[in-house]
């Protein structure tokens, strides 16, 4: 081989070397070529962790996967730590590396702890409950829960009775299907149930007063709402008929119906009397007997007035008392309108009581003054103070009286126990003492005509 082919040889194989020199410096990002190598003194990181496929950060910067052994070079610039990471488990602690000498491996061991799922909670199996409106009492399978709204767990799967009770309102029973792992919702509509009736008053003829429970309510016929449900005083009232009493059972949400036929007097003794003021609510006496106050609108009636002349007097505070003299005739009506005078300064009536009338037997008509206050047993309110004449009459019993003290604020009590009524003569022979006085006027008349003989 002469120089010339030397020459070429050479040249190729410093070409061959550069090639393969920049193919290793591109593989290993380390450059190489001719000169000194930077670092020099190869030496090796191994990194191990107790589960293969770990990621290992070196200074911050992902260099492969466990187990892992990385190449540097003692005199090249340092490393200072290292970490492995894997999905589904806590990243290792963080190691603190040291550089290897040349031809030295320093390994490294990561622990990485496997993350635990939590445990999943089941879902609750319960029953809801609403109502509307709310605050009714919550039975389910006849175990009181609360009051509604209400959400209760702890049930077993498969049918459960709910029932929904609240005042004033229908009884509710329904039925939850409950399922593992859900809640069933009821929601229930209740239904008002009415607690008050309606008593319809019809007389013959029309135009009777009617109070319920000493109450007026207005002339007949009439149809009257809002009654409480349970037993009731009726009492009609008609100028030149009798009176008529009687008590009715009232039921929730339906229609009691009195109907009478009123006897008429055939001498009445009594009348009435309609006052009205102006202005309204004064105070009515009535021979200073306290009877009521004017409404707006109507009159205010005394009823079963002896007929005769009496003495009303209307008081309303700031205005001056306003008294005249009404003329009460049998069986008819007597009509007082007064206007009131401002002055003055009369106070609204204080001095107050009442009187407690019972009776044995009870259902005794009782008479205040001459006026009809109810039936035994019953409290007359509003009575001002005084004397009054307090009249008990019963079919088949003696009229019964006595005067009662009212003082301010109190209440007197009267009892009484009727007699009954002593029973008629029975007819058919005369009693002895009666024949024997017959027997002596024979005689006498038999003597008086011998004599004139």
């Keep these: 081989m002469n120089t010339r082919n030397l020459k070429i040889c050479g040249v190729a194989l410093f070409a061959v070397l550069s090639i393969l020199t920049c193919a290793v410096g591109a593989e290993t990002g380390l450059p190489l070529g ?9 030496g090796w990181f191994q990194f191990n962790s107790n589960v293969n496929g770990a990621t290992v950060y070196v200074d911050g910067n992902a260099v492969g996967t466990t187990p892992y052994t990385m190449s540097v070079y003692s005199t090249g610039t340092p490393y200072s730590s290292a970490y492995a990471s894997k999905s589904g488990y806590y990243d290792s602690g963080t190691k603190s590396l040291s550089m290897p000498s040349a031809g030295q491996t ?32 919550l039975y389910i399978d006849g175990i009181y829960y609360g009051r509604t709204p209400q959400t209760e767990r702890g049930f077993s799967p498969g049918q459960h009775t709910v029932r929904l009770e609240k005042d004033d309102y229908e009884s509710w029973t329904g039925y939850a299907r409950v399922t593992t792992g859900q809640t069933t919702y009821i929601s229930a509509s209740l239904i008002h149930r009415p607690t008050d009736g309606t008593i319809s008053v019809t007389t013959t003829p029309n135009g009777a007063y009617i109070y319920i429970d000493g109450s007026y309510m207005g002339e007949s016929p009439k149809v009257i709402g809002g009654i409480s449900q349970g037993s009731h005083h009726v009492e009609l009232e008609k100028a030149g008929y009798s009176d008529w009493t009687g008590r009715v059972t009232v039921s929730s949400g339906q229609v009691t119906y009195v109907s009478q036929r009123l006897v008429k007097h055939t001498q009445p003794t009594t009348g009435s009397v309609a006052v009205t003021s102006s202005p309204s609510w004064a105070y009515v ?29 209307l008081t309303l505070s700031g205005y001056t008392d306003s008294e005249t003299s009404v003329t009460v005739n049998s069986g008819q009506r007597s009509v007082v309108s007064s206007v009131l005078t401002p002055g003055g300064s009369h106070p609204a009536p204080g001095a107050y009581g009442s009187i407690d009338v019972t009776s044995s037997p009870t259902g005794a008509t009782v008479y205040v003054n001459n006026v009809n206050k109810g039936i035994t047993p019953v409290t007359v309110s509003d009575l001002a103070t005084g004397s009054y004449t307090v009249l008990l009459q019963l079919n088949g019993y003696q009229d019964w009286s006595t005067t009662a003290t009212v003082s301010s604020g109190g209440v007197s009590s009267v009892s009484a126990t009727l007699s009954p009524t002593a029973g008629p003569t029975k007819s058919g022979a005369l009693p002895i003492p009666a024949l024997g006085a017959v027997a002596i006027a024979g005689f006498a008349l038999i003597m008086l005509r011998t004599g004139k003989e």
């Design 34 to 42: 001719p000169g000194p190598v930077i670092g020099g003194n190869e």
């Design 106 to 137: 320093n390994t490294y061991y990561f622990t990485l702890q496997q993350i635990t799922p939590p445990t999943p909670v089941p879902s609750p199996t319960q029953i809801s409950v609403t109502s509307n409106p709310s605050g009714a009492n």
């Design 285 to 313: 006496y009535l021979d200073n007997v306290y009877q009521g106050q004017t409404t707006p609108g109507g009159s205010y009636v005394i009823n079963n007035v002896v007929a005769g002349t009496h003495t009303l007097r």
